[in-house]
Nanobody, 122 residues
Framework: QVQLVESGGGSVQPGGSLRLSCVHSGLISGRYCLGWFRQAPGKDREGLATINRNGYPTYAASVQGRFTISQDNAKNALYLQMDDLKSEDTAMYYC????????????????WGQGTQVTVSS
């Protein structure tokens, strides 16, 4: 059984930083693309960053240079370091996994965590 559990969300002032974590279980090592997504109220789910089976990261233009995706295979963990946070980054953040490929369409991902809330406000 696959499980993904996010943590690390919270409230931060503009310009601040947060580090999100996603601990996963049940995924066969080296077979999955892992990604971070977010959804703000009234908006569509947005892809932020993915890391493919070879460890290569890809970022959305909206977070390029501010967010960094990484993973620790020994801990079955995926991370998202978020720096220079802006009010528009306020959303529920999710990690997801998809076998083999890293599709841009969030609906394609098979496995999702429950989400962690990030609020950026002064």
């Amino acid at each position: 059984q696959v499980q993904l559990v996010e943590s690390g969300g919270g409230s931060v002032q503009p310009g601040g930083s947060l580090r999100l974590s996603c601990v996963h279980s049940g995924l066969i090592s080296g077979r999955y693309c892992l990604g971070w997504f977010r959804q703000a109220p009234g908006k569509d789910r947005e892809g932020l960053a993915t890391i493919n089976r070879n460890g290569y990261p890809t970022y959305a233009a909206s977070v390029q240079g501010r967010f960094t995706i990484s993973q620790d295979n020994a801990k079955n963990a995926l991370y998202l370091q978020m720096d220079d946070l802006k009010s528009e980054d306020t959303a529920m953040y999710y990690c997801a996994a998809e076998e083999y490929a890293c599709p841009s369409d969030a609906d394609t991902y098979d496995y999702w965590g429950q989400g962690t809330q990030v609020t950026v406000s002064s």
